[in-house]
């Protein structure tokens, strides 16, 4: 157990719609970041967040948004979604930046039908 | 350009032999931080080990061991006396200094049979 939690755990929709996946990060960790993982991109960076505020920007979509709260948890929203978006969607954290180790939580697994 | 490359897509060994995973970096950063991951068939991504640029002693760690040869770009990671436990795909991760983010390979299926 890495201490970064996510939730939901899975998540299936519909094209066109929103969704918010949530986490929480490891216990003193300042940075939180999104990767996704799909079968034709591999793992790639979303977005970091450093103690509330934009850090760093990947490949995220202009339809994805992300932020982190005064509390350090961090929700990433997935709008007017296609199915291509399917993908495992991974939160991580680390004490600092990205020179640290990243741990990562479960995932949430998002299916666009 | 950071760029990660794991050439194996997958290997399958019997129990017990060794094996190698390779992985090659490319990055203009004089310091920059290498990782490996480990993702087993439950699915989320366990964190193996980091190293950084200047330090290029090999690591072991149990069954696991590190080659990191800068002369080469390569950060190979091996399994003496494999196990069951670990098939997973394997990933290598590149982080240059002041990047913020991790740049993975395209990872390597490691499949132990028993």
């Known amino acids: 157990d890495s201490g970064v939690t996510q939730t939901p755990k899975h998540l299936i929709t519909a094209t066109g719609q929103r969704v918010t996946l949530r986490c929480s990060p490891r216990?003193?960790?300042?940075?939180v970041y999104w990767y996704q993982q799909s079968l034709d991109q591999g793992l790639q960076f979303l977005i970091q967040?450093?103690?509330?505020?934009?850090?760093a920007k990947g490949n995220i979509l202009e339809r994805f948004s992300a932020q982190q709260f005064p509390d350090l948890h961090s929700e990433l929203n997935l709008s007017s979604l296609e199915l291509g978006d399917s993908a495992l969607y991974f939160c991580?954290?680390?004490?600092?930046?990205?020179?640290?180790?990243?741990?990562f939580g479960p995932g949430t697994r998002l299916t666009v039908l | 350009a950071q760029k990660v490359t794991q050439a194996q897509t997958e290997i399958s060994v019997v129990e017990k032999e060794d094996v190698t995973l390779d992985c090659v970096y490319e990055?203009?950063?004089?310091?920059?931080?290498l990782f490996w991951y480990k993702q087993p068939p439950s699915g989320e991504l366990v964190f193996l080990i980091r190293?950084?640029?200047?330090?290029?002693q090999n690591e072991i760690s149990g069954r696991y061991s590190w080659n990191f040869q800068k002369s080469t770009s390569s950060f190979n990671f091996t399994i003496t006396a494999s196990q069951v436990v670990d098939s997973a795909v394997y990933f290598c991760?590149?982080?240059?200094?002041?990047?913020?983010?991790?740049?993975f390979g395209q990872g390597t299926r490691l499949t132990i049979n028993p």
């Open positions: 991580a954290s680390s004490v600092y930046g990205g020179i640290n180790e990243q741990f």
């Open positions: 216990s003193g960790d300042l940075s």
């Open positions: 967040y450093y103690n509330g505020e934009e850090r």
């Open positions: 990055t203009r950063d004089t310091t920059y931080y």
């Open positions: 190293r950084n640029s200047f330090d290029e």
């Open positions: 991760a590149l982080s240059e200094e002041g990047a913020q983010k991790l740049v």
